[in-house]
């Protein structure tokens, strides 16, 4: 006695369902996944603050490795884009180039809505809820020995301080209102003079802006990696 | 006795003495002519070249247009606000207090031992979408201010320097 065993048929119903499943399932996925690195995507602050100008006029300038988290990005200005800002020729080779650090976080984005008037209320205004963005500018003018002028003023002191690790010395000025106010660390080197400029700004959440070591820090790491 | 040769000389030296003097001290006060500038606002002047200069700071800290040289209730609010922030007593006066927290903004463009002609220093505050500026020129000027198009509004002209120390919003040229 011979006995067929009929082999199994796959139904050409099945297949088409299971190949729109098996496409479901992976657009499933892929979406999620897209999804889930976008809002995990990790804040990248850079291991050297130099990458933040790469690809710009300034990535061979001699310029800050260390930066504080707050800072994401930069914006370099080179002395022909300050040339054409002025809107007249200026001695280009004696201009310095500028690299701006906008902090980001809470107390440091701008919160002018419109122009100053009377829509801002008075209150408001007294408390230094209108106020700019927070940023820290630092500007390098190569070849340079100097630095600029002193300050002085019943509300201004200015005092050296060393940085730590390129053994230089910093002059620090602030114009300190109650704490607050802005804050020039200037120095030089070898290579030429520079300056950052930032303000601890006075705001209803209490204050925005760098410290003065984080400022003395960024001003000590611009020659970090010299021999 | 000394004869009248002698009195002669020792008055001439004298006076030539004193006008050394006097010019060493008239170049320090120039240096120093920022913050010796008069009050702006209700508390000072209301127009004129101080009040360009206070304007143009403002333009870039606190987004104030037009700079036009006349002190009025925007240019007061935005006053307000940058004193708050800067941690000043608030009163809406540009006093030596506020003009010294304004020049300290003020970043020289050139090598700090060169002398730029024109306009050399700025200052610039991050906005979104770019950045405001407000330039000035300090040598051979005493500073005066340089106003942006689309900033200034007559009697102020942009890309002009204007003056500081006058009562009227007067042009000058920095360059030699």
Redesign the interface.
Known sequence: MVTTIEEPRIRPEWLLGGAVTLLGAIIIIVVTLILGAREDEPVVTPVDATELTAGTCAEDLRQPHWVPKTVQRAAAECPADISAAIGRTTAEDHLGTWIIYPLEGEGNDETFSGGPGLSWPEDEVRSGAYHPASAITYVAYPGSTELSGELSGDNVTVEWSDLADSGREARVTRVDNNGFGPVRVEWTDDAGSYLLLGTMGRTPEGGSGPTVAELLRIADSVAAEDE | MPTTRTWLQAGGGTVAAALIIAAVVQAMSS?AMW?SNDPVGECGQTSGGAVVAAQNV?WA?????PVDGAWD??SE??A??FQ?????P?NGCVD??TW??M???L????????D?????H?V?????GG???A?FADNECDWGS?V??GVAASPVTS?KITALSRDAVVEIECES
């Open positions: 240096s913050v403002l800290g606190t987004g104030l247009e209730a925007e609010v935005a307000k606000a708050a922030y800067n941690g000043l608030v030596t207090s010294l927290t020049r300290a903004y970043i020289s463009l050139c090598d700090p031992e060169y730029c002609r024109g306009p050399d700025r610039r505050y991050a906005a979104p950045a405001r500026e330039f340089y942006l198009p890309n």
